[in-house]
């Protein structure tokens, strides 16, 4: 365990076919067989491609009875556009359905419009330049969107918009209005819209305060929600993990390091604390 929460990615898969070549066995599999629970997958996230892992963790978040906002938005808004057009290939191939077929089926309304409309990736990119003029229109469409039936104009400019020109729209609409743009939010809509809009507001403002705020509420509960601690650990490990732990410790006053060492009990604790790499002082 301590190899495979030492390598990258890339350097993992190389060990797989390392592996296969010289004993002609597949690690995952044989690894499988003599793990179970939670290191069991926690092994079989470290060992897939990042586009594998994704596609299984938006499948099951789709399919799951529970809610499906949290997971699938996470990983739709979170992930490069590359990264997240090959996660949709890899969900096509293992799952033989589009990704969008099942949004379509297992969620409604706005929230249905926003992650279809995330799944298609087409975030503006930022060329270095604010066009102020276009972030005067978005706050101005916003306020007027505050009426029912508006619910397009939240969809289009939260998922179309790239995170630099939006950082700038939410500290305009303040500014407009004396009130930040999440209050309109929680006042505007309910139930799952509510939740998937403010999730995504707080993906847009600080990207890593928010993987911070759901480590945090992962080890909250008497049993630690592992699947959550697993996920965001091993997917934010090659891109923005030291921000991440920064942001923990400034919000809550301990290390993410030593929440962990804390809540974290059994087989898997070892390769959670692996993943997080170490203490913050």
Known sequence: MGVL???TREQRQLICRAFQERTQQDLLKSLQ??????LERIVIALLQSAAQFDAQELRTALKNSGPAE???LEILATRS????QECLMVYKQNFQVEAEEDIKSETSDILQELLLALAKGVRDRYSGIIDYNLVEQDVQALKQAEAPSTEGTWVLIFTQRNLEHLIRVFDQYQ???GHELEKTVQNRFHGDAQAALLSLASVIKNTPLYFADKLHQALQDIKPNYQVLMRILISRSETDLLSIRAEFK???GKSLYSSLQDAVKGDCRSALLALCRGEDI
């Open 250 to 252: 400034k919000k809550f």
């Open 175 to 177: 500014r407009c209005t």
């Open 81 to 84: 556009a590359s990264h997240l």
């Open 33 to 38: 067989a003599a793990l179970s629970g939670n």
């Open 5 to 7: 929460t030492n390598r």
């Open 70 to 72: 949290d997971v699938a």
